[in-house]
């Protein structure tokens, strides 16, 4: 029995290896090492697992069919499958649309055709986003709400998985659980992501750009809370009644919707520097506000996010300047 890991290397995927192989399990790890940021932190992050009791590599683009196919004949023994690869970020998906599609739908088909060919399939879980719900006015954000409306391809591309998802597990019977992430964020994050950028431009003295005129709140979410619904969430497959789809949908984020500006503040206040704000108007693609309904999340699956920003940034400005040697 074993669980393979996509984007093993990645923000999210390294700190569910990291939880996994903690709890005595077997994991095996597959990453493609993209540059879509700096290849150099992927790497650091997965030196850090090589070498550990129960983890395996595999260097693999899941888009590419006869990789995948002898990555099943390889790995005969795969019994769970988190899939975290993917093409992230709303604004590059503007600049890079094929990439998109390449990764996150052709990618994500190969995911499903390797689910539906194993011998034994206890669970598959996938990531999708908080940004399916497109401007979605009402709030918090609830999975029974209308997700019809993407304003990015990004956006798309994950409401495309749900919708594939959704196909394989009735037509299959694969039990499956789509997760939409709110902006994560912690130590060995994304180089992309909001915290990262404002932390590296601070404490080198450079501006940083607010959009929307700093009129933005986030559902800002913690590494470890975000690992700990996955793992509750893996754990705790759909059952196949016969009579209802094996599959389902939940929201996995801190249930807090805080001030951009807040969460700017107490990067300076754990820098110990001021920021040089640059605001801008919203990009397009963007929303001005991210809030997640974690009812069903936390009924299913026990899950209560235990890490407020206050915590939370301070523990990744420490990491930030330990790894970078600011």
Same mark, same amino acid.
């Given at each position: 029995?074993?669980?393979?890991?996509?984007?093993?290397?990645?923000?999210?995927?390294?700190?569910?290896?990291?939880?996994?192989?903690? !709890?005595?399990? @077997?994991?095996?790890?597959?990453?493609?090492?993209?540059?879509?940021?700096?290849?150099?932190?992927?790497?650091?992050?997965?030196?850090?697992?090589?070498? =550990?009791?129960?983890?395996?590599?595999?260097?693999?683009?899941?888009?590419? !069919?006869?990789?995948?196919?002898?990555?099943?004949?390889?790995?005969?023994? *795969?019994?769970?499958?988190?899939?975290?690869?993917? =093409?992230?970020?709303?604004?590059?998906?503007?600049?890079?649309? !094929?990439?998109?599609?390449?990764?996150?739908?052709?990618?994500?088909?190969?995911?499903?055709?390797?689910?539906?060919?194993?011998?034994? $399939?206890?669970?598959?879980?996938?990531?999708?986003?908080?940004?399916?719900?497109?401007?979605?006015?009402?709030?918090?954000?609830?999975?029974?709400? +209308?997700?019809?409306? /993407?304003?990015?391809?990004?956006?798309?591309?994950?409401?495309?998985?749900?919708?594939?998802?959704?196909?394989?597990?009735?037509?299959?019977?694969?039990?499956?659980?789509?997760?939409?992430?709110?902006?994560?964020?912690?130590? %060995?994050?994304? /180089?992309?992501?909001?915290?990262?950028?404002?932390?590296?431009?601070? $404490?080198?003295?450079?501006?940083? /750009?607010?959009?929307?005129?700093?009129?933005?709140?986030?559902?800002?979410?913690?590494?470890?809370?975000?690992?700990?619904?996955?793992?509750?969430?893996?754990?705790? /497959? +759909?059952?196949?009644?016969?009579?209802?789809?094996?599959?389902?949908?939940?929201?996995?984020?801190?249930? !807090?919707?805080?001030?951009?500006?807040?969460?700017? @503040?107490?990067?300076? =206040?754990?820098?110990?520097?001021?920021? *040089?704000?640059?605001?801008?108007?919203? =990009?397009?693609?963007?929303?001005?506000?991210?809030?997640?309904?974690?009812?069903?999340?936390?009924?299913?699956?026990?899950?209560?996010?235990?890490?407020?920003?206050?915590?939370?940034?301070?523990?990744?400005?420490? %990491?930030?300047?330990?790894?970078?040697?600011?």
């Amino acid at each position: 029995m074993a669980t393979l890991v996509t984007g093993a290397a990645g923000f999210i995927g390294y700190h569910l290896c990291e939880r996994l192989l903690a !709890r005595g399990e @077997r994991v095996i790890g597959l990453d493609v090492m993209s540059d879509y940021y700096d290849v150099a932190l992927k790497q650091a992050r997965l030196d850090r697992l090589t070498g =550990q009791a129960g983890f395996s590599f595999v260097k693999l683009d899941i888009a590419d !069919r006869p990789a995948m196919a002898a990555l099943a004949r390889a790995h005969p023994g *795969i019994t769970r499958i988190v899939n975290l690869a993917a =093409q992230a970020g709303v604004r590059y998906s503007i600049e890079q649309p !094929r990439a998109y599609v390449d990764a996150n739908i052709v990618g994500f088909l190969e995911i499903l055709e390797l689910a539906r060919g194993l011998k034994r $399939l206890d669970h598959l879980v996938y990531a999708s986003s908080s940004s399916v719900y497109g401007g979605n006015a009402k709030l918090p954000f609830a999975i029974e709400d +209308p997700v019809d409306a /993407p304003l990015s391809l990004y956006a798309a591309t994950k409401k495309a998985n749900e919708l594939m998802g959704h196909s394989y597990s009735h037509l299959f019977r694969l039990p499956a659980t789509g997760l939409r992430f709110f902006t994560v964020y912690g130590p %060995w994050g994304r /180089p992309d992501m909001s915290a990262f950028i404002f932390a590296k431009a601070i $404490l080198a003295g450079r501006p940083i /750009p607010v959009f929307n005129n700093g009129a933005m709140k986030r559902d800002f979410t913690y590494i470890d809370d975000i690992v700990s619904g996955v793992a509750a969430c893996l754990d705790r /497959p +759909p059952i196949d009644d016969g009579r209802t789809v094996p599959h389902r949908i939940y929201n996995i984020g801190n249930h !807090r919707s805080e001030d951009l500006l807040r969460f700017i @503040r107490l990067i300076e =206040q754990a820098c110990g520097r001021e920021a *040089i704000i640059e605001f801008k108007p919203m =990009q397009a693609g963007d929303v001005p506000e991210t809030f997640a309904d974690i009812e069903a999340t936390t009924r299913d699956f026990d899950f209560v996010p235990a890490t407020s920003i206050d915590e939370g940034i301070p523990r990744f400005i420490d %990491w930030y300047r330990d790894y970078y040697k600011v």
